[in-house]
């Protein structure tokens, strides 16, 4: 059975930190490049970040340049995403979605082909 298990949200204040992690189990990680996609309320899903399967190759959303990192480390299956400098508008519920090839800017669940239940991010004072 395929999962991909996302954790590490939480309440955060404007302008601090949070990881978040994403746990695969059941498909050969290693062959899949894994990105981030976003949902705020009320809005549709939102890309965020991608990284090839083997690390090499990553874009990122305008809206989270230069404050969030995406990495990966395909000896544990696990995905993550550094975020600082958090604003109120990246409150969201993030998502770790794996696409078996590289590609920048899909925001729809059929364009992935595994996708994980989200993690709940929370960014207010």
């Known amino acids: 059975e395929v999962q991909l298990v996302e954790s590490g949200g939480g309440l955060v204040q404007p302008g601090g930190s949070l990881r978040l992690s994403c746990a695969a189990s059941?498909?050969?990680?290693?062959?899949?490049?894994m990105n981030w996609v976003r949902q705020a309320p009320g809005k549709g899903l939102e890309w965020v970040s991608v990284?090839?399967?083997?690390?090499?190759?990553?874009r990122y959303a305008d809206s989270v340049k230069g404050r969030f990192t995406i990495s990966r480390d395909n000896a544990k299956n696990t995905l993550d995403l550094q975020m600082n400098s958090l604003k109120p508008e990246d409150t969201a519920v993030y998502y770790c979605a794996a696409r078996s090839y590289y590609s920048v800017g899909y925001d729809s669940r059929k364009d992935y082909d595994y996708w994980g239940q989200g993690t709940q991010v929370t960014v207010s004072s």
């Open positions: 059941g498909f050969t990680f290693s062959n899949y490049a």
């Open positions: 990284i090839s399967s083997g690390g090499g190759l990553i």
